[in-house]
């Protein structure tokens, strides 16, 4: 992609505003927060200490509306640390530039590398770089830095203590997150009845069990429905795909196909009224003709071997499903009364660690990151560099307001070229219509200190209402807000609105040419990526082959941990290829054609070894020496060959092919496993073909795609 097209797509995407669901209990609740803080300053103390006490009620609400599975309370105290700490050491050090220079190198290269923690972290150190930002325009002593530390503290107390006392839709995220992942396999169902080979993202159930992961004392009080039907959910998928294999399942054309219709049709049904049930804390309502459709019909089994057992399984675990719930289950036409209450089972919870266990794991995630070639370590670097840049700037200037270049600047900055470069046009369109509006407001009615501090709050309240749709809308509602802010402080607003367009529209372009000039490609990268997601996915076949080959000592949590770690290289696939699109680089490394034939290939390994772990043996069979022969021959290439992948040569697969002919001659062509393996061969063959570099396997790929 030319710089051109890259920066017409970022303008485009910087300008987009979304349509999405609104929270307006969450974004009331999280403005009563601001309005209480400077209501009290503006009672107790001083329009000054009011406007300064607000950014912490105002960081402490952004933080609680970023996507996370910890306590709301905890993101907001987390925040009213971070920010009085920061705060503390900003005022003491604010009377010398030097000193407050070195102070700033270091706070933002460390809030810099907090990405590498996760995207909350990553916000709430930012966070902190700007209340530090802002305070070199309050200089004060020792004791005067502890006491405005301990008001921006405030008003993070002050966001935590209302999310305890007026709870809106207790476990929303988790019962949301689970619900989700039922009606995407609803929807799953629903396409392989028409698609027997549909894509399913795994994204859904990724979230579903990261909102499952609790400390114990959240465990105790998790309400029971969220308990069960997640690991249900992940039962289910596989045993979907396979039912509706036209190889390992029922046959593509006659009245098993049919049946197997009704059955993806009728599981489709089920499932969504389990994930309605969940969503909202109701009973499970069935629809009559589903559960007509999961009873044997009267003429006897339609369906016959591998579909037969994969159709049973369905059932039985969408029974489970239905169970989980811990509900009465009602139909929407009883007949004979409504059925009993079956008790919910218990399912133990994924251990979430506390607070202080997580110090260990962030250290592991920053020493990780700690390194030259990570994007996460040259983005600290960068927002280092352009924070000091942008102070320098910015005090040079004879704008006043100097703060605001480096605010712009590391506001805006992320770790990667598209979110910056949408984020620096979005912030600086929004920042001119919500200066526009704010003081067309402040110029027509001159309105005092109190009726300030109401329209501040209520930009406030729009932004926590509209933050989702995109990020000018946000910064058009935060420009207003300060605008009002300075009415509030008594500050000349006529003067500082011009400033401001400017400072903000400078520190936009700084964070751009930052990027341009010291960029973090992931185009480079993808065929790591792709190798990454080859040797996951090796591992996952490789542990569901040996099921097969040695079924008494299969080992249920290896396949699991596998098929976690083949997710989430998929997802890191994906990412990567997203982010790629957005780069203005020319060399890829890997053609589009390629990508996406090869995409496809390593999505189709994964969903034959996923057809494969529906029909895991039991430990009492006999083991397979020819599943233990290909394993291994699949075990000796992966290395090799996802080493090809990165470095641009040929795959060789021979070996495993060899292996999988002499299984297939020696069992025949009636095994599951062998079926299963024979899909596997055949997904590692087209990728070859995508990957070739020769022009002749190019093409054959482009033909596929």
């Not at 959910?233 to 294999?245: C, F, M, Y």
């Not at 016959?304 to 675990?317: N, V």
């Not at 004879?398 to 949408?422: A, E, K, N």
């Not at 420009?479 to 802010?485: D, I, K, N, P």
């Amino acid at each position: 992609m030319t710089w051109s097209s890259a920066l017409r797509k970022s303008v485009r995407a910087g300008l987009t505003v979304e349509r999405t669901p609104l929270t307006p209990l969450l974004a009331l609740r999280g403005t009563l927060g601001v309005a209480i803080v400077i209501g009290l300053m503006l009672w107790l103390g001083t329009p000054k200490l009011a406007v300064s006490s607000a950014f912490g009620a105002f960081a402490a609400g952004v933080a609680t509306f970023q996507r996370s599975w910890r306590p709301r309370p905890v993101l907001a105290l987390a925040v009213a640390v971070g920010l009085a700490v920061s705060t503390f050491l900003g005022y003491v050090a604010a009377a010398d530039h030097l000193a407050f220079a070195v102070l700033l190198g270091v706070w933002t290269l460390l809030a810099g590398m907090a990405w590498a923690i996760g995207p909350v972290s990553g916000l709430v150190a930012t966070q902190t770089i700007a209340v530090m930002l802002v305070t070199v325009t309050l200089p004060t002593s020792v004791a005067g830095a502890l006491h405005h530390a301990g008001l921006i503290a405030f008003g993070g107390l002050v966001q935590a203590a209302l999310i305890v006392l007026l709870p809106i839709r207790p476990w929303g995220l988790q019962r949301d997150a689970l619900a989700d992942a039922l009606a995407a396999e609803a929807d799953y169902a629903r396409r392989l009845r028409h698609d027997p080979v549909a894509r399913f993202d795994p994204q859904p159930l990724m979230d579903a069990r990261e909102a499952a992961e609790l400390t114990p004392r959240q465990a105790r009080s998790r309400p029971r429905q969220l308990g069960g039907p997640r690991g249900v959910a992940e039962r289910i998928r596989p045993v979907l795909a396979s039912l509706a294999d036209p190889v390992l399942g029922a046959p593509a054309e006659g009245p098993e196909r049919d049946r197997a219709r009704d059955l993806l049709g009728a599981a489709g049904s089920v499932l969504d009224s389990v994930a309605r049930a969940i969503r909202w804390g109701r009973p499970v309502r069935l629809s009559p003709e589903a559960v007509d459709t999961l009873e044997v019909p009267e003429s006897g089994p339609i369906l016959d071997g591998a579909a037969r057992r994969s159709a049973l399984r369905l059932i039985a675990l969408l029974g489970d499903a239905v169970e989980a719930t811990d509900e009465p289950v009602r139909t929407t036409a009883p007949q004979n009364g409504d059925p009993k209450r079956e008790p919910g089972k218990e399912h133990r919870h994924l251990l979430r660690p506390s607070v202080p266990r997580l110090v260990p794991v962030a250290l592991r995630a920053l020493r990780r990151e700690a390194r030259w070639s990570s994007p996460i370590g040259r983005h600290g670097v960068r927002i280092t560099v352009v924070a000091l840049i942008g102070y320098a700037l910015g005090s040079a200037l004879p704008l006043g307001h100097g703060y605001w270049v480096p605010l712009t600047s590391v506001m805006v900055m992320r770790p990667d070229f598209g979110q910056t470069y949408s984020r620096g046009v979005g912030r600086f369109v929004g920042t001119v219509v919500g200066v526009l509006i704010a003081g067309a407001l402040m110029a027509a009615f001159h309105p005092g200190t109190w009726v300030c501090a109401a329209l501040a709050v209520l930009c406030i309240g729009l932004m926590y209402l509209l933050m989702g749709t995109g990020y000018s809308v946000a910064s058009a509602c935060i420009a207003g807000y300060v605008v009002f802010l300075l009415g509030i402080a008594g500050e000349g607003w006529s003067q500082t609105v011009q400033a401001r367009v400017a400072l903000t529209l400078l520190g936009g372009l700084l964070a751009m040419a930052a990027y341009a000039l010291f960029p973090t490609w992931e185009t480079p990268r993808l065929r790591d990526r792709l190798g990454d997601w080859l040797e996951a996915n090796g591992r996952y076949s490789l542990a569901v082959l040996g099921a097969f080959a040695e079924p008494a000592e299969a080992k249920p949590r290896r396949v699991r941990e596998a098929l976690l770690d083949s997710r989430a290289a998929r997802t890191a696939w994906e990412d990567a290829a997203a982010r790629a699109l957005t780069e203005p680089v020319r060399h890829r490394g890997i053609s589009r054609t390629a990508e996406r034939a090869a995409e496809s290939a390593l999505a189709t390994m994964g969903r034959a070894t996923m057809l494969m772990e529906a029909h895991l043996p039991d430990r009492s069979t006999d083991p397979s020496k020819g599943a233990a022969a290909f394993a291994e021959a699949l075990r000796a290439a992966l290395p090799d060959t996802a080493a090809a992948v990165r470095e641009r040569r040929e795959l060789d697969w021979s070996a495993p092919r060899a292996a999988l002919d002499a299984w297939r001659a020696e069992a025949g062509d009636t095994g599951v496993a062998v079926r299963g393996a024979e899909l596997l061969m055949e997904a590692l063959e087209e990728l070859a073909t995508a990957l070739s570099p020769g022009p002749g396997g190019r093409n054959r790929a482009a033909r596929r795609v």
